[in-house]
């Protein structure tokens, strides 16, 4: 059995989508060969936590997890340095260096977006010996604001995301170099990488979307949870979308909004009954950013936003008791949605409106789920807001449209965890 070190600072349970990889993987990676042994934070010092138990009851109890503490925010953020990634670096530098020092690992897995843990792995790799592996599930370095952002306020605020791209620009080419192996979440982070680090071998990299878990599902039912976003019993015909909202996708729902005022004209005895819920949009805090853009196209008595973070069995429970789904996209073709494969496994109606080069949606024409609605052709197609009315009014009219059984098979936990571990044998040697 192969020794593994998982560097994941958000782990159960804290709510976080950067996690959700590690989760899924941990109660199959023994059966692949490896012994998992995780290096987290502890919750008290992940700020505006979302704290769930429940996801502790997803992975198995005998687990090794190291968690450590973090720099407080009172001292980091006058520096421009509030992330986790930056408060937890002294912490896990430390307890991952005893780890190391103390007994032998094949490897070290960095799964997470708070990247400044990574540059540990050069220097683990220099002073122990020992291989490492990144998991790229946003980009690091981003020209998304100085192409096609322009004018819009990054997160965080302009200086600190200059700062920390500043220091992406410093850190990142040492990590990408000297890993074994990058793991991608999108088709598009290999040849942006590639482009930048020529001299990196181009079989370095595996692009391996993050999975579906009916397992959560089934655990969602036997816990009996609920969810407060809408009452499925108040005779109204609720449809959902769950995961970040912001100004990157402003051209997905101008189309969305724009189809739904369609259909309303044909059918308004159906729209008079519809709602739209927007769940869990603000990066952090509670700052609407899809509300204000309904209320211009008149529907804001029937959009509802939720901005903050909700449990992620909240959210499950939310996608099943819906009538439909919507998959919103952004206008940056390299965005994946994390919420994929959830959306899939629900069983509802699913309306998916994505950039044409998105490779979300592809594995939504593979599944054979809902009805996909593509933008960002330049230039745009006339008829497009009518095109995306067709295809809702078509979910309408046969909701039964759901994702093929072997396709949701191929992009479950244990398919997916198999894809990762055959990687690493291909990255480290034997």
């Known amino acids: 059995m192969r020794r593994l070190l998982i560097v994941s ?4 349970p804290v709510n976080a989508a950067d996690h959700q990889r590690v989760r899924h993987a941990l109660p ?3 059966d692949l060969g490896w012994e998992p042994v995780v290096l987290a934070v502890r919750p008290e010092h992940v700020a505006e936590a979302v704290l769930e138990p429940l996801l502790e009851s997803t992975y198995p109890p005998n687990v090794e997890v190291h968690r450590t503490g973090a720099l407080p925010l009172r001292w980091t953020r006058p520096v421009g340095m509030s992330t986790l990634g930056w408060r937890c670096l002294p912490a896990v530098g430390q307890t991952g260096s005893r780890l190391l020092a103390e007994r032998q690992f094949d490897a070290v897995f960095f799964s997470t977006t708070q990247f400044p843990v990574m ?9 122990f010996g020992t291989p490492y592996l990144v998991d790229f599930q946003d980009p690091w370095r981003s020209d998304y604001h100085a192409t096609t952002g322009k004018g819009v306020r990054p997160p965080g605020g302009s200086w600190k995301f200059r700062l920390a791209q500043w220091k992406a620009r410093q850190l990142e080419p040492g990590v990408v170099r000297r890993s074994s192996g990058v793991v991608c979440v999108s088709e598009a982070y290999p040849t942006m990488l590639l482009q930048r680090y020529p001299d990196v071998e181009p079989d370095r990299f595996e692009v391996l979307p993050f999975a579906g878990s009916a397992a959560d599902f089934a655990l969602m039912e036997t816990a009996g949870v609920k969810q407060n976003v809408f009452n499925p019993a108040d005779g109204l015909e609720h449809w959902v979308y769950a995961g970040r909202g912001g100004t990157d996708m402003a051209k997905a729902l101008e189309l969305l909004f724009r189809a739904f005022r369609i259909v309303a004209e044909l059918r308004p005895t159906w729209a008079a009954n519809v709602r739209l819920h927007f769940v869990g949009t603000a990066y952090a805090g509670d700052i609407p950013s899809i509300a204000p853009l309904a209320e211009q196209h008149g529907l804001s008595g029937v959009v509802s936003e939720y901005p903050r973070r909700l449990p992620y069995f909240e959210v499950l429970r939310a996608l099943r008791d819906a009538a ?5 996209g952004s206008d940056d073709p390299r965005y994946t949605a994390s919420k994929i494969y959830p959306y899939l496994l629900a069983g509802r109606p699913l309306l998916a409106v994505l950039h044409h080069e998105s490779g979300a949606g592809r594995v939504f024409e593979e599944a054979g789920a809902g009805s996909l609605v593509r933008f960002g ?3 745009e197609p006339p008829g497009l807001a009518e095109t995306a009315a067709v295809a809702w009014k078509s979910l309408l009219d046969d909701p039964c449209q ?3 059984p072997e396709v949701l098979g191929r992009y479950g936990a244990s398919a997916m965890t198999k894809r990762l571990a ?3 044998g291909r990255w480290l040697p034997s």
């Open 9 to 12: 600072p958000h782990f159960p």
């Open 28 to 30: 199959h990676l023994r």
């Open 119 to 127: 540059a540990l792995g050069p220097h683990w790799k220099r002073r």
């Open 324 to 328: 439909g789904l919507m998959v919103i």
């Open 377 to 379: 052709l330049n230039p």
């Open 402 to 404: 759901m994702a093929r």
């Open 422 to 424: 055959e990687a690493f």
